[in-house]
T-cell receptor
Framework: AQSVSQHNHHVILSEAASLELGCNYS??????LFWYVQYPGQHLQLLLK??????LVKGIKGFEAEFIKSKFSFNLRKPSVQWSDTAEYFC??????????FGKGTRLSVIA | NAGVTQTPKFQVLKTGQSMTLQCAQD?????MYWYRQDPGMGLRLIYY???????DKGEVPNGYNVSRLNKREFSLRLESAAPSQTSVYFC????????FGPGTRLTVL
């Protein structure tokens, strides 16, 4: 069965620091990849997605992610975080139309 | 266009009580899902419905039942609630991209 690993449980950064959150998945076939964000007390919202094509994907709010097939990775990046980026971030993967499999999430705390 | 709606937002149950969580989407999506979210566990799939009239178990189906009433609605039922079912429950639907409802925070005492 497909599985998703998010390496960092909790990341604490100062404002303006750069962010990279790791995500690895287990399946070697054709996958769709997603990053979701959950702000405190809210539901999940899509940040960005990769289905095919350019492996560097740009999403909302200045986030981007790079799909590296050889490493089974889809890491999330942002050059300069803001306090408002404080949230929990989830990586997810599926194959075709199968249900999404989520990682356990990474909590990001941005301090002034 | 409300997206995915869920009711109720909050619920407190006693052990052994039953309840149904309601979910509806207005995006004409075929696939709908129920997840539970627990601290440090991410989202785990309880049940899903790939199309009207079909349902399938996910990763953690025990203690739950579902009904895909029509294309719009997908309900989740707890027949005899247990404290281990204390969680936040999210419904979602997908037409390529998955959209989530606002969640139901359930506490079982």
């Amino acid at each position: 069965a497909q599985s998703v690993s998010q390496h960092n449980h909790h990341v604490i950064l100062s404002e303006a620091a750069s962010l990279e959150l790791g995500c690895n998945y287990s399946y070697g076939g054709t996958v769709n990849l997603f990053w979701y964000v959950q702000y405190p007390g809210q539901h999940l919202q899509l940040l960005l997605k990769y289905f095919s094509g350019d492996p560097l994907v740009k999403g909302i709010k200045g986030f981007e992610a790079e799909f590296i097939k050889s490493k089974f990775s889809f890491n999330l990046r942002k050059p300069s975080v803001q306090w408002s980026d404080t949230a929990e971030y989830f990586c997810a993967v599926n194959e075709g139309g199968t249900p999404l499999v989520f990682g356990k999430g990474t909590r990001l705390s941005v301090i002034a | 266009n409300a997206g995915v709606t869920q009711t109720p937002k909050f619920q407190v149950l006693k052990t052994g009580q039953s309840m149904t969580l309601q979910c509806a989407q207005d995006m004409n999506h075929n696939s709908m899902y129920w997840y539970r979210q627990d601290p440090g566990m991410g989202l785990r799939l309880i049940y899903y419905s790939a199309s009207e009239g079909t349902t399938d178990k996910g990763e953690v189906p025990n203690g739950y039942n579902v009904s895909r009433l029509n294309k719009r609605e997908f309900s989740l039922r707890l027949e005899s609630a247990a404290p281990s079912q204390t969680s936040v429950y999210f419904c979602a639907s997908t037409g390529g991209e998955q959209f989530f409802g606002p969640g139901t925070r359930l506490t079982v005492l």
